[in-house]
């Protein structure tokens, strides 16, 4: 990235001059990287300290901020849930003396880093949850810029390959500083289905409830989830059963988001236009996972009886219902 000049403003997003904030002392570019590898390191050991110190207590906590209108869609209650455990662990004091956990967090560990590393690390607190979109993805660089869209302020963030991120996507989580960049924290939501206009009035009406989207993070965020998920309408209980039970086995095998949305958008289609008559889920699931594997991704080496022990299921059936996905669907 390019070098920080010291009247700019510093990356850490503080508000002042570099020269007065994170530039105070001159450091060089191996200094830059290794107050970054601090950071990084810091962050999974906040991840590990959330989680495993604070589990039980934690997992009340989520509980307590459940949404009816999720109830009935577990794959999104897990969404939510992710994203109330960012929101939680830095802006709900429930432990002892009103502290939030990484008020804690911050006692224990900050005594551990560089001055330089300490200084970014103590910002974190000031960050909140938020909805961006991409703006744009460089290879290359491995970078993205995202645009908060109640702000339009402009960020760069990592972009690696395994991030799917698309330009047009909405974004929510809580951004941190780095030097000359910022990341999200503990995990990002990723958004496809959502156009930046419905997403904008969204974050408007929250802004301007008393407290703001910040005060009311879990509403907005329940919303924001049940606004992508209405464009999917299920006639039979069976159809949606069979978009989860294969949306469950892409994510055990780390398929991107962004796949395994096209692949419940596609048996949704062929469940709207054929309505079929369902006796053995998982052979209709298995059969639309391999209609993903070598129509979506590609996938030429993975074969029908592979797949048919994943499932517990018969490759002849496997055949059978692939064969009447591809007459629906075709080739992808």
Same mark, same amino acid.
């Given at each position: 990235? =390019?070098?920080?000049?010291?009247?700019?403003?510093?990356?850490?997003?503080?508000?002042?001059?570099?020269?007065?904030?994170?530039?105070a002392n001159t450091i060089?570019?191996?200094?830059?990287?290794?107050?970054?590898?601090?950071?990084?390191?810091? +962050?999974?050991?906040?991840? =590990?300290?959330?989680?495993?110190?604070?589990?039980?207590?934690?997992?009340?906590?989520?509980?307590?901020?459940?949404?009816? &209108?999720?109830? #009935?869609?577990?794959?999104?209650?897990?969404? %939510?849930?992710?994203? @109330?455990?960012?929101?939680?662990?830095?802006?709900?004091?429930?432990? /002892?003396?009103?502290?939030?956990?990484?008020?804690?967090?911050?006692?224990? %560990?900050? &005594?551990? !880093?560089?001055?330089?590393?300490?200084?970014?690390?103590?910002?974190?607190? /000031?960050?909140?949850?938020?909805?961006?979109?991409?703006?744009?993805?460089?290879?290359?660089?491995?970078?993205?810029?995202?645009?908060?869209? =109640?702000?339009?302020?402009?960020?760069?963030?990592? =972009?690696?390959?395994?991030?799917? @991120?698309?330009?047009?996507?909405?974004?929510?989580?809580? @951004?941190?500083?780095?030097?000359?960049?910022?990341?999200?924290?503990?995990?990002?939501?990723k958004l496809y289905r959502?156009?930046?206009?419905?997403?904008?009035?969204?974050?408007?009406?929250?802004?301007?409830?008393?407290?703001?989207?910040?005060?009311?993070?879990?509403?907005? !965020?329940?919303?924001? !989830?049940?606004?992508?998920? #209405?464009?999917?309408?299920?006639? +039979?209980?069976?159809?949606? *059963?069979?978009?989860? !039970?294969?949306?469950? +086995?892409?994510?055990?095998?780390?398929?991107?988001?962004?796949?395994?949305?096209?692949?419940?958008?596609?048996?949704?289609? %062929?469940?709207?236009?054929?309505?079929?008559?369902?006796?053995?889920?998982? &052979?209709?699931?298995?059969?639309?996972?391999?209609?993903?594997?070598? &129509?979506?991704?590609?996938?030429?080496?993975?074969?029908?009886?592979?797949?048919? /022990? *994943?499932?517990?299921?018969?490759?002849?059936?496997?055949?059978?219902?692939?064969?009447?996905?591809?007459?629906?669907?075709?080739?992808?």
């Amino acid at each position: 990235m =390019s070098k920080i000049k010291r009247n700019d403003p510093c990356p850490c997003g503080s508000g002042k001059k570099y020269k007065k904030c994170c530039g105070a002392n001159t450091i060089n570019t191996n200094q830059f990287k290794s107050t970054n590898e601090e950071l990084n390191y810091i +962050h999974q050991e906040l991840i =590990s300290f959330t989680i495993n110190k604070y589990e039980t207590k934690l997992n009340k906590q989520i509980k307590s901020y459940q949404k009816s &209108s999720l109830q #009935d869609n577990g794959a999104i209650t897990d969404v %939510y849930n992710t994203g @109330l455990i960012i929101w939680i662990m830095f802006h709900v004091a429930f432990l /002892e003396n009103n502290k939030t956990i990484f008020d804690n967090f911050y006692r224990i %560990y900050a &005594s551990k !880093l560089s001055p330089q590393a300490k200084n970014i690390l103590s910002k974190w607190a /000031e960050s909140t949850p938020s909805a961006y979109e991409v703006t744009s993805v460089e290879h290359k660089k491995q970078v993205a810029a995202i645009k908060e869209i =109640s702000t339009n302020k402009i960020y760069i963030i990592p =972009s690696h390959k395994k991030d799917e @991120l698309i330009v047009g996507s909405i974004i929510i989580g809580s @951004l941190v500083p780095f030097i000359n960049y910022h990341n999200f924290v503990y995990t990002m939501i990723k958004l496809y289905r959502q156009d930046s206009s419905a997403m904008n009035e969204l974050v408007d009406k929250y802004n301007q409830a008393s407290g703001g989207l910040h005060e009311h993070f879990p509403e907005f !965020l329940a919303d924001a !989830l049940m606004q992508g998920a #209405d464009e999917l309408k299920w006639d +039979h209980p069976f159809h949606e *059963e069979i978009g989860q !039970l294969l949306a469950n +086995h892409l994510v055990e095998k780390d398929i991107s988001d962004r796949i395994i949305m096209e692949g419940v958008k596609h048996w949704n289609k %062929y469940c709207q236009q054929e309505n079929p008559i369902i006796q053995k889920p998982n &052979s209709y699931a298995a059969a639309l996972e391999y209609f993903v594997q070598r &129509s979506i991704l590609g996938n030429s080496s993975i074969t029908q009886k592979q797949i048919a /022990e *994943e499932y517990n299921t018969s490759p002849g059936s496997v055949s059978t219902n692939f064969r009447k996905l591809s007459n629906v669907l075709g080739n992808q």
